[in-house]
């Protein structure tokens, strides 16, 4: 379905400015132009919360103070895996930080 809600984007401010929260549809994410990926890989180890218990802990969220947007700490995949695994993680951060974690100690070894 093109009306779809898939998604519910955070933005980073500008300047002087504060984020926002916004439903978008699956055809404005999406948008036919590139390939489409489903990725909810903590089902593999959390029982994902039904698609209207999701859509209903979003509704919550956006009018509670959901907290600034923070790339590291509280980025869209945390929102997303918070309202459907129950667990705010970011396996992009954690990855970013395992790499960095590695540049790091192999700096400190070699030099």
Not at 84 to 89: F, K, L, V, Y
Request: hydrophobic letters at 30%; aromatic letters at 4%.
């Amino acid at each position: 379905d093109q009306g779809m809600m898939s998604s519910i984007t955070s933005s980073l401010p500008g300047p002087g400015e504060t984020g926002g929260t916004r439903y978008e549809s699956l055809k404005e994410v999406w948008g036919h132009t590139s390939a489409l990926r489903i990725n909810n890989s903590l089902d593999r180890s959390e029982t994902p919360k039904s698609p209207n218990e999701v859509l209903m802990r979003a509704e919550r969220a956006l009018q509670d103070d959901m907290g600034c947007y923070n790339l590291v700490t509280n980025n869209c995949e945390h929102f997303a895996s918070y309202l459907r695994n129950d667990s705010a993680t970011s396996g992009q951060v954690q990855t970013a930080a395992a790499i960095t974690g590695g540049l790091v100690l192999g700096a400190v070894l070699i030099g």
